[in-house]
């Protein structure tokens, strides 16, 4: 019994990180079932019987980038009393994972609205982003810290200064934290 689920189990995790890595080069929107199959060197009808739909393949490979590479934990930060430090220490992580999973994240912020499971298959993702979001925004006073944080924390705008802009990750919290701060003043 033991060797048969260690064996179901290494065969659902080579088809999630397939998945995983034709996600990160192509992008969902172009992963067929077929390239899963091709990658993960398994039969189509194995990938079918391990995931039976592809909201459950994308719960399989977003699982598996989970493992590989494991979002903030922001009740961490809860117990650091000053804002501005519990903002410097949240974002520097978050952008240590946009770095780690900038090629999975730029073909899935791509392809959101492409594929349709998309949404239901990132819930939990979007649940973790609402954590950090409330616990960054703790200590802050004004209606204008929310936007300002929520772009913040958005992969895109980090893309945008740290790609095209071509800013440190640090420079990038440290300007954050100046302009949420001017907002404070």
């Not at 999975?104 to 349709?116: C, E, H, L, Q």
């Not at 936007?147 to 954050?176: C, N, Y």
């Amino acid at each position: 019994m033991v060797k048969r689920r260690d064996k179901v189990e290494e065969t659902r995790r080579r088809i999630a990180k397939a998945t995983y890595e034709l996600h990160s080069t192509i992008g969902p929107a172009l992963t067929t079932i077929s390239l899963v199959s091709e990658r993960s060197g398994l039969p189509r009808q194995t990938v079918y019987r391990n995931f039976a739909t592809n909201l459950d393949l994308y719960r399989g490979c977003i699982a598996f980038g989970l493992e590989l590479h494991p979002l903030p934990d922001p009740t961490r930060w809860q117990s650091i009393a000053d804002p501005g430090e519990r903002l410097e220490v949240g974002l520097t992580e978050l952008y240590q994972w946009f770095e780690a999973t900038e090629p999975v994240m730029t073909n899935s912020v791509r392809d959101f609205g492409a594929v349709k499971e998309s949404a239901e298959a990132l819930q939990p993702v979007g649940e973790v982003f609402q954590g950090i979001y409330e616990t960054l925004r703790q200590g802050w006073e004004g209606t204008e810290v929310g936007p300002l944080l929520s772009l913040a924390l958005d992969f895109a705008t980090w893309k945008k200064l740290h790609r095209e802009q071509g800013m440190a990750s640090t420079a990038i919290v440290e300007l954050w934290g100046d302009l949420i701060r001017c907002r404070q003043a």
